[in-house]
């Protein structure tokens, strides 16, 4: 049986946070069939799978999107299989809210408020950048490695909606951890912007990884849906 221990770094200022190491679960299925529906829970999506992180990324790719909300209810988040993610915090990172897609987190996501400078043009493009220009370093602080971004653009309420992916790894002590990951600016407020991300580990799915990253690119990031005007307010608990 393993254990795991808590690991609160941060990676793109908070899209990557809290992965634990290891798991303990109930007796495993043969390789290769799907988990048993009554094993499929908020804490382990993957369910009683041989691989359960395999199944959970499955069900990324198979199961339809929801939406779960920040605790005041000011901005409604996207995500697949949306009734098996919880709410978290992270731990030293400012943001308006997180969800974890299993206790092992298979998928993080998060989501940041971005205020600009007095005078700028709220727009995608100045979100991302002015959100980049801190989270990038603060990443490369913690170890944190990465290819060159790339971008993708589409549509958010008649406005275009910049999009960039990226894989990475990061090292702690003697691990190392790596990651497929995508995040979204949203030109949605009077004064500012919103940032909203997803992390998804591999632990040995490099493709499928990526396949459910492409996922949120091509479907998720796009049915966000603001309901204030001003930007919302963070809580600091």
């Known amino acids: ?30 390789p290769g069939m799907p988990p048993s529906p009554d094993s499929i829970t908020m804490e382990e999506p993957g369910g009683d799978a041989h691989e359960p992180h395999l199944a959970a990324l499955e069900r990324q790719l198979e199961q339809p ?10 901005v409604h988040f996207p995500l697949a ?22 206790d092992d987190k298979h998928l993080l996501s998060a989501a ?18 002015h959100f980049e220009a801190k989270a990038l370093a603060k990443a490369r602080a913690y170890n944190v490695s990465y290819t060159r971004p790339v971008e993708h653009v589409r549509r958010w309420k008649r406005r275009p909606l910049v999009i960039h992916a990226t894989d990475g790894e990061l090292s702690f002590l003697f691990s190392r951890y790596e990651f497929s ?24 799915q490099p493709e499928l990884a990526r396949r459910v990253r492409d996922r949120w690119v091509d479907e998720g990031f796009t049915g966000i849906r603001t309901l204030t005007k001003t930007l919302p307010y963070r809580h600091e608990d």
């Open 1 to 30: 049986m393993r254990t795991r221990r808590a690991l609160q770094h941060t990676v793109f200022s908070g899209l990557v946070a809290g992965w634990l190491l290891g798991c303990t679960g109930p007796a495993r299925r043969p």
């Open 65 to 74: 999107w929801g939406w779960r909300s920040d605790k005041d209810d000011q």
């Open 81 to 102: 299989d949306w009734e098996n993610w919880r709410r978290v915090r992270l731990r030293l990172v400012e943001h308006l809210t997180a969800f974890k897609y299993g």
């Open 112 to 129: 940041f408020v971005v205020e600009l400078p007095r005078g700028t043009e709220v727009t995608s493009v100045a979100c991302m950048d």
């Open 181 to 204: 990951a995508a995040w979204a600016a949203y030109p949605a407020y009077e004064n500012g912007c919103l940032v909203y991300g997803v992390v998804v580990q591999w632990e040995g």
